[in-house]
């Protein structure tokens, strides 16, 4: 916590805004510095050197009239090379006062007057030179004097200019500008360095930060994804909480946050003997690295350790953990990630089937493998391509407690058989069916098969008993009218004798909506059971809401009434209530004659189960029909239309 | 050669003072003195430039300092050497001083030019016209008071 919290301060805004800062001005001052360096160097260098070069000129050209003026009293004398000199002395004057290109010159320090008075000395001289050339005068020695002084103040200018104050001090500009440039460069790289490792820590402590959760400080997702590999010899185990919807919906985000909290301790006081590491996915949900070869002493542990009370407000919420474990060294050397996706599908499988824990264990690898494969077959089955899935439907009686060869009916079953599998437990293939979203598929299919099926029983022999038709969950929709209209109706079975089965599973509690449906249909004609009665929770109740014509008794209210009078009288009163409420029953799983006598004692229900006749395919269930027509009592008389 | 020498002693002592201003071309093989008029005999080039020297435009006129070269020929010189009265001297290669479309002006706005006006003669380059000349690497050949032109 000390050392993230120094990281927090080390990039704060104060210290990146100063850093940005420092940069700016550095830049800044470099860039004046360059700048004045390139005046200092483009203008005063090229001035410097004209104004020397000029200078030196003139100061050459002066020594030479000096030196001829000297050889005028000696057998040297040259007057005309004198009078050149003189005009060329004259000619450097006039460039350096009038010139463009020596403005600079002139205008540095006083050179201007100096040159000014030089030059006017120069002239000055012109008529005694005159005079003394034309042989007018011959005191060559007072224009010697008369020059001397000119050439010393000359020489001092010349002097001035090349090595006097203000050539050193440009010098030293010059040579300050570039010190304090390359200063500027220095620090300027070393703060560019700076910043250079300062984002590259930054861009550590961003990328370090996206891995953890901020509230928990616990590795997030993101670490999940740079994980390079998990030991074979640790277990994953995917991990969620239960209850934390429910707290975040009811109590807020604070005491969700709690919770959380909460949670992590208990998982960590569960996991403290062993070697672990904790992801958090989520407010909710976790996944633990944790070396075990006990998966399930683990299990029992984490189980206990976050099965709490967790008191809120006045309220005290029972909180548990959900766990999926793909075990250490469980199966082939799978790739961690593939074993990560185990463990969540067995988290996904443990809180489909209500459970607190499921392991990747071969029975439950054997199990997806199932499903997969009747999955797959489903999918081929219902879209009608080959498949080595194929459904089918059989027929079991239901017959008249009064009669046991007076088949009132027949309850449609589900038979599946997979080329592998073999044959597959129809719940199974319902189940499925409703979780990836073949529901609707599926009944509408065993709609059109029993209507194929049965029709000519309807149409052409005038049969009347009921066939009753479970509908799966996806069934009890809007489309039912439709699909039952369609399928059923307008392929010539009659309303009155369909029955729809209802679980009191897939009723769902909203009986608004369901009864809506139902008397839709109950206004055509057809029938509602409710199945499975006395195996749900509040089953009285369903009875009481649901607009149902039948009451299907489950088999377990007639195991055992043969030995047992209490069971008997129970299963009896089952049907007297069913009576009160204008119900019919049908008592399912007779099994034995002394049941068939207890219920037929009972009387006034319908009966199915193997006593009677076991489920048959649609062929043995029509030989059954015709064999025992005679028999049947007179309301039931077949009329052979053909 | 010494005779030679000789001559041109004579011409630079007694013309400078009374006879027309001259310019002396010379190789290793000899030596050619021009006269103002001579010059001004060949095919004139009228430059009218801005210049460092003065402000405004100036008019320079005279031959082209290839037409003033050829008398002496050209052919088979490398360098060549430009010296003025005050001993400046400044050399190039031939070809690249022929390329600066230079003349010898030997008068600034129609009038002669004196010694005091940086005369006689003047290697003078069209600034305005090819500003890509104006830089002190060209500058350094427009040498005034220009006396001997030597060929190597």
Known sequence: MGSRSAAQRVFSRPVVVTLFVALVLLLGASFHTYRQDQELQSVSLAELRMASWNLAQLGHEADEFGHELRSMTTVAADQDQLLLQYDILWSRYDYLLQSRESAPTRNHSDNESRLRSLFSQLRAMETPLMALVSGQRSDWDTLTMQWQPQRLALQQLVVDNFVGDETGLLMDQVQASRERLSLLSVLTLVVVAVILCYLAFALIYIRRQSRIDQQTGLPNANYLQVLPSVDVGQAIIACEIRDYRVVLSEYGTDYAADLTHTFIDRLK????????????????????????????????????????????????????????????????????????????????????????????????????M?????HAGLVR??????????????????????????IR?????????????????????????????????LGRWLFRQVAMETRQLYTDLGFQGTLSINLNPAMLADELETDVRSLLLDAGIPASCLCMEITEDNAALNFGRINELIQHLSQAGVGFALDDFGTGHSSLEYVRELKIDRLKIDRCFVQGIEHSAAKARFLGSIIAMAEQGFLKSVVEGVENEAQWNLVRAMGGSLVQGFFAYKPMLFSDFLAEILTHWSTVSTDHTLEVSS | MT????????????????????????DASGSLTLVRSELEAFPQTVIETETPYYEGKVTFSGP?????????????????????????????????VLDLDAIVATRRNGAAMSVRQRGPFWIMLPLTE???????????????????????
């Open chain 1, 269 to 368: 006081v569960g996991l403290e003997l062993y070697s672990f590491q904790l992801v958090q996915l989520s407010p909710s949900e976790f996944v633990i690295f944790v070396h075990t070869g006990d998966t399930g002493q683990l299990v029992r542990q984490l189980l206990a350790s976050v099965h709490f009370d967790w008191m809120v407000h006045d309220a005290v919420l029972p909180v548990r953990g959900i766990f999926g474990i793909d075990p250490a060294g469980a199966g082939p050397t799978l790739d961690w990630q593939d074993r990560y996706q185990q463990a969540q599908r067995c988290l996904a499988q443990a809180e489909r089937q209500g459970l607190d824990h499921c392991i990747n264990n071969q029975d439950l690898r054997k199990q997806l």
């Open chain 2, 64 to 96: 082209s300092l290839r037409r003033v070269l050829e008398a002496l020929g050209v052919e088979g010189h490398q360098e060549v050497t430009f010296r003025a009265l005050n001993d400046y001297s400044v050399s190039g290669s031939v070809n690249s």
């Open chain 1, 370 to 374: 199932e499903e997969r494969l009747v």
């Open chain 1, 409 to 441: 009916g027949a309850e449609v079953l589900l038979r599946a058989w997979q080329e592998e599998l073999g044959p597959v437990p129809p719940n199974r293939v319902v189940e499925l069916c409703e979780r990836f979203g073949l529901g609707r598929q």
């Open chain 1, 381 to 406: 089955f219902l879209a009608d391509e080959p498949s080595s899935l194929s459904l089918s439907l059989v027929y079991q009686p239901i017959v008249s407690t009064g009669n046991i060869k007076d």
């Open chain 2, 130 to 152: 090819r500003p890509e000349l104006d830089d002190p690497q060209y500058h350094r050949y427009m040498v005034w008071q220009l006396a001997a032109i030597e060929l190597k």
């Open chain 2, 3 to 26: 005779r030679v020498l000789l001559l041109l002693f004579f011409v630079i002592l007694t013309g400078q003072a009374q006879a027309e201003p001259a310019i002396t071309l010379s």
